[in-house]
T-cell receptor, first 115, second 111 residues
């Protein structure tokens, strides 16, 4: 069964460093998303992406964040200058073109720790 | 997105049916009811969704009331691996619609 994959599974970085989180969505999917979950808190929406542009972003997704689909398979989230409060699980999700609801399928997540 | 309300926690004996309720009294006509679960800190796992008819798949059944103001997720024969946080989310069927997660129901399956 096709699934969303994410790399790395864990990332430790120093405050102020840039990180790139990578996702490979399900192959025929057209809509892509990033969510994050700070330890013990809710899963929060960050950004959605369709047709090579951002469709919607939350207030969390400030100028330090960017997304890109550099080729036909990868979808990346870049945090330009990490802060301690960026420590969280980051989940990528994707949705296909089908009818009857737009089910989002999530990857296993990347655990980011900013020191 | 319509707000959903779920009990914070529930227990269920292993092998019994787990019935998880959700209230979504402000759901609009184009919003589906989605259920996801999250085991530990893994990625949310899709379970089932429906608009107004009851739905069943290999994981669960979804019962939606006729007025669509509430629904129940049924895990017919709960196992220890079903211990997780279960989220009920109302979302439209438009592309790019974000999912708004609440705090969900923490379901514990008791051996």
């Amino acid at each position: 069964e096709p699934e969303v994959t994410q790399t790395p599974s864990h990332q430790v970085t120093q405050m102020g460093q840039e990180v790139i989180l990578r996702c490979v969505p399900i192959s025929n999917h057209l809509y892509f998303y990033w969510y994050r979950q700070i330890l013990g808190q809710k899963v929060e929406f960050l950004v959605s992406f369709y047709n090579n542009e951002i469709s919607e972003k939350s207030e969390i997704f400030d100028d330090q964040f960017s997304v890109e689909r550099p080729d036909g398979s990868n979808f990346t989230l870049k945090i330009r200058s990490t802060k301690l409060e960026d420590s969280a699980m980051y989940f990528c999700a994707s949705t296909g073109p089908g009818q009857g609801g737009k089910t989002q399928y999530f990857g296993p997540g990347t655990r980011l720790l900013v020191l | 997105d319509a707000k959903t309300t779920q009990p914070p926690s529930m227990d269920c004996a292993e092998g019994r049916a787990a019935n998880l309720p959700c209230n979504h009294s402000t759901i609009s006509g184009n919003e589906y009811v989605y259920w996801y679960r999250q085991i530990h800190s893994q990625g949310p796992q899709y379970i089932i969704h429906g608009l107004k008819n009851n739905e069943t798949n290999e994981m669960a059944s979804l019962i939606i009331t006729e007025d669509r103001k509430s629904s129940t997720l049924i895990l017919p024969h709960a196992t220890l691996r079903d211990t997780a946080v279960y989220y009920c989310i109302a979302s439209s069927n438009f592309g790019n619609e974000k999912l708004t997660f609440g705090t969900g129901t923490r379901l514990t399956i008791i051996p």
